[in-house]
Structures are given as C-alpha cells and as structure tokens.
C-alpha cells in the first residue's frame, strides 16, 4: 500500500462501476453507524460521503465501488432502511464525482430576511456565469440569516460583481471569496470606528460641548459621501472644539455606545489567532481608550492639541485621512507578519474607500451608497458579528465557544 508521501496518488478510473446510495427520511441516532457497518459486509470501498440534516429530516449520500454480489448488497441496505424508516435509492454508474471546474469560490449570502426571490436570483446569476453550486449549507439563523454556497466554475471577480447588483436589488448582501488554503490563514482586521465599531461620531459628540453640534455633523456627513477633502473638513470641524474643556473627552468616552456585535465578533476571531487594528480619522484620546478595552492589536488616529485643560481646535501631526488608513493598513500587516491578501478592512465612510481596495477583503458596513458601490463587499445588517459568517464561521461555533469560554493563543 502506497504512503501519503511516496508520490503514488491512488486514482479511480472514469469508467469504473460505483454505486450511490442515498438514505433519506427523519433523522434518528445512530444512522450513519448502521449504514456504514451494512456496507461493511460487503468488498467496497467508500469514495465519498454527504450528509445533510434540515428539521430533523436526514438525507445521506454513500459512494462506493461496486460490489461483487449486488443482490445481498441491496437487499442488506433495504433492510437497514426499512428497520430505520428510511427510503433507500441505489443508482449504479461509473467513476468519481465529475471533477469541480476552476474558478472555486466561497459565496455568503446575509439577509434579515432571506426571501427566496433573492435566492433565486442569486443562484440564476451563478449559473449565467458558468457556475456549479457543489454545497449549500446554513451558517446562521439569527440575528440574520446566512447560506454560504460553493461555487465552482465561474471567475470570482465576476460572480462578486454581478451578484453584489442582484443582491442589493433584492436588500441582501453577499460576499465571494476565492476558496483557497488563504482562507485558513491568520488575518488582520482593521477598523473603521465612527460609524462602524462604535455608533455615531465621537466629533459631533465633542462639538455639541461647543454649541455647534448641527454645524459640524453637515460637515461629516458631506466628508463621508465623499463631497469635501476629509482632511481639509476634518481641520474646519476641529477649529470649533477650541475652547472645549478636555475633560468632555472624558466624557464622550464614557458615553459611547459600540455596535451590537462588536464584542462578539472581536472575540470570537482574536480566539482563531486574529489580530485588530483600528484607522480612524477620529482622535488618539478616545481611540486608545477604546483599543485598550476591546484588546486591539494595533491603532491609528489623530491628535487632538490640549492646552492649559482645553483643546484648541488643532490637529498635531499628518491627519489620518484616506490615503493614510490604506497606509496603516499595510504597515500594521507588515508589523503583525500577515499578507496583506490575508486583511479584511471594514469601513463606512469615502475617507475608508483606499483601505477597503487595498485590504484582500473589503467590507462595506451601513456604509454610505458611493462606499457601497465601490466596496468589494457590502453588510447591510446592524450587527457587526455578521462578519464572522464572512469568514466561514457558524453562529453555533460562536454559541460553543462563548458557552466553553474556550481561548487559544496564535
């Protein structure tokens, strides 16, 4: 018998007889034991196995050669099935399953709800493109809804472009990724914060300390569609702080509200070995706060000048605007030794839209409709665990794991 290094791959020919044997019905314990030791009985060999369970009803597909009586073979899995309540279907053909073509992708579906015409648009997409779905299976059930589908035969760029449009035209969000070893590799998650980890916008906190509130909220939200230079913006906005104690940073602090899924999602990931980071055009006093507590890896911000207990309404140093988070992004994957194929940058604003290119994965969250439109990537759901389905996790591993409190170092 060969060994997995001898560099002999034992093959099964195209032509050669099998057989699929398929048990379908409700779903008991021990199935998978009784059929397998019917087979036992008989000279075969198991080529591949599927097994999918929908409310509590059963459905397993057995692969296997041909055996050298086919009479005692069936009538050994009738009796299995017939003891278990199960319908069996033996269908005899030749060789292995039909190679998957190139062009393998991993497709998430989020929808909060899923309707089944977005399902089916999604899928006639995938076909148009040339794709084969191989496997469907269900990721989570709430707070949204994920299906993740294997795709094979069609270029992921084209199938992210193309279903992005049929997805936002029926309010889902879907993500493609190239299913490759990449995906098992340790990532960086770099993060926007206004907006995006946390809820609202730590500026307009601050200026409503100042009276100017409404002023300086017009102004963000120009800079966020992209309408005005964030940097140019950002120093117009900060010249109506002077004067603020800076003890309303404090204050702000205290205040802020992360959004839902925040907690969870850094959690669940730093336990797979992943590191933060957050880029903001936001200010180093709130955001190392806010780095501390959530055990961020690494972060980027700008700095506010306080002088005699108060700020002056400048910034010191480079502002941390669009150009700038793209840079921290490949400097911080650089520190942590991660490919910047192996980054995800999760941002809502056009300042996040050189980060969001630059990242292997680029998600656009609540995100502005300029953002969305040109993100690799939209998420629409209020809740930023969601894109930990992204990254081919269930919502029962996260359960599991929470319920264990189960932590393991890179």
Do not use: W
């Amino acid at each position: 018998m060969s060994t997995p290094d001898s560099g002999h791959v034992p093959t099964l020919h195209l032509t050669e007889p099998t057989v699929l044997v398929t048990f379908s019905g409700p779903d008991r314990s021990g199935v998978s034991g009784r059929v397998f030791s019917a087979l036992a009985a008989h000279d075969v060999e198991v080529i591949d196995v599927e097994q999918l369970v929908v409310r509590g009803r059963l459905v397993l597909s057995v692969l296997v050669t041909t055996p050298g009586e086919l009479p005692g073979f069936q009538s050994d899995l009738d009796a299995v099935g017939a003891d278990l309540g199960l319908e069996v279907e033996v269908v005899h053909g030749t060789g292995d399953n039909r190679p998957r073509r190139v062009g393998r992708s991993q497709v998430v579906v989020l929808g909060a709800p899923l309707r089944p015409e977005a399902m089916a648009a999604l899928t006639k997409g995938i076909n148009a493109l040339g794709g084969n779905i191989d496997r469907i299976v269900r990721m989570a059930r709430y707070p949204v809804t994920a299906i993740r589908m294997e795709v094979s035969g069609a270029d992921p760029d084209a199938l992210q472009s193309e279903l992005a449009s049929i997805a936002h035209d029926h309010g889902t969000d879907v993500a493609v990724q190239e299913h490759g070893i990449l995906r098992h590799a340790q990532r960086l998650v770099v993060m926007d914060v206004d907006s995006t980890l946390i809820q609202g916008e730590v500026i307009e906190m601050l200026a409503a300390h100042a009276g100017c509130e409404e002023a300086v909220a017009e102004v963000t939200e120009r800079a966020m569609r992209g309408e005005l230079d964030f940097a140019e913006s950002l120093h117009e906005r900060v010249s109506q702080l002077q004067g603020v104690p800076a003890a309303a940073l404090d204050e702000v602090y205290e205040n802020l509200s992360y959004t839902p899924g925040a907690r969870t999602m850094i959690r669940t990931l730093k336990r797979l070995g992943y590191r933060f980071a957050l880029v903001s055009g936001g200010f180093t006093q709130i955001i190392e706060r806010i780095a501390a507590d959530l055990g961020i890896d690494y972060f980027a911000a700008n700095d506010l000048e306080v002088v005699g207990g108060a700020l002056t309404g400048r910034v010191l140093g480079r502002v941390v605007d669009r150009a700038g988070k793209a840079e921290a992004l490949r400097d911080f994957a650089a520190q942590a030794g991660i490919n910047v194929r192996n980054t995800v940058a999760i941002g809502d604003g056009a300042n996040d839209l050189d980060m969001l290119a630059a990242a292997g994965l680029g998600i656009a969250f609540n995100a502005k409709p300029l953002v969305r439109d040109q993100a690799q990537t939209s998420v629409n759901v209020p809740y930023l665990d969601a894109i930990v389905y992204l990254m081919g996790i269930t919502r029962e591993e996260v359960e599991a794991a929470d319920a264990a409190d189960v932590t393991t170092a890179p």
